[in-house]
């Protein structure tokens, strides 16, 4: 089974602090994603990467950068986290760029900004 | 503007029951949807998908039902069970450069034993 671990379930962070959110896939995935969930939202885009050293933005990047120097980890960073940052944050992986035959999501980090 | 909506956010039904999950979009330019399941403190898992040149997919108990003229999909669980106690996101791709995946907001459905 292909598995997506989140370093952290649980983050609190302090308003201004920089904040690595940490991503790692074990099956060779090219595709990896960040998405965060909110209440009444549903998931939306942060950044996606299709390759190593690849990124683009999706729908919401403000806020956010990304990383990526190895295939199995993809970094996500809040240059300075700001209260409405908090959030549940979740990784995704995939085979294809086509989305058709799902994601892969890792259990989720929820990051609380205080 | 939400693209995809789930107008329900919580849904409860009997154990044994038919749950009928909706879900509404309004860009004519998906192609293709799919149902995620998520439980507390876990990601969510892809359930079940359907092309937009088909009306119905079905794997088990699950079914997908898509209307292109109404922009309207649901998704149908016969029988439902306790297990299937979660939250259901809809979501559509639409074919960009890559696939432009769109969430919905979200159903919590509960189970009653």
């Known amino acids: 089974d292909v598995k997506v671990t989140q370093s952290s379930r649980y983050l609190v962070k302090r308003t201004g602090e920089k904040v690595f959110l940490e991503c790692v896939q074990d099956?060779?995935?090219?595709?990896m994603f960040w998405y965060r969930q909110d209440p009444g939202l549903g998931l939306r885009l942060i950044y996606f990467s299709y390759d190593v050293k690849m990124k683009e933005k999706g729908d919401i990047p403000e806020g956010y950068s990304v990383s990526r120097e190895k295939k199995e980890r993809f970094s996500l960073i809040l240059e300075s986290a700001s209260t409405n940052q908090t959030s549940m944050y979740l990784c995704?992986?995939?085979?294809?760029?086509?989305?058709?035959?799902?994601?892969?999501f890792g259990s989720g980090t929820r990051l609380t900004v205080v | 503007d939400q693209q995809v909506k789930q107008n329900s956010p919580s849904l409860s039904v009997q154990e044994g029951r038919i749950s009928i999950l909706n879900c509404d979009y309004t860009n004519s330019m998906f192609d293709y949807f799919l149902w995620y399941k998520k439980y507390p403190a876990e990601g969510p898992t892809f359930l079940i998908s359907?092309?937009?040149?088909?009306d119905k997919n079905e794997d088990g108990r699950f079914t997908v039902f898509l209307n292109k003229s109404a922009k309207h999909l649901s998704l149908h669980i016969v029988p439902s069970q306790p297990g299937d106690s979660a939250v259901y996101f809809c979501a559509a791709i639409m074919k960009t450069s890559y696939d432009k995946v769109i969430f919905g907001p979200g159903t919590s459905l509960s189970v009653i034993p």
């Open positions: 359907i092309s937009s040149i088909k």
């Open positions: 099956m060779d995935h090219e595709n």
């Open positions: 995704a992986s995939s085979f294809q760029i086509l989305a058709r035959d799902g994601y892969t």
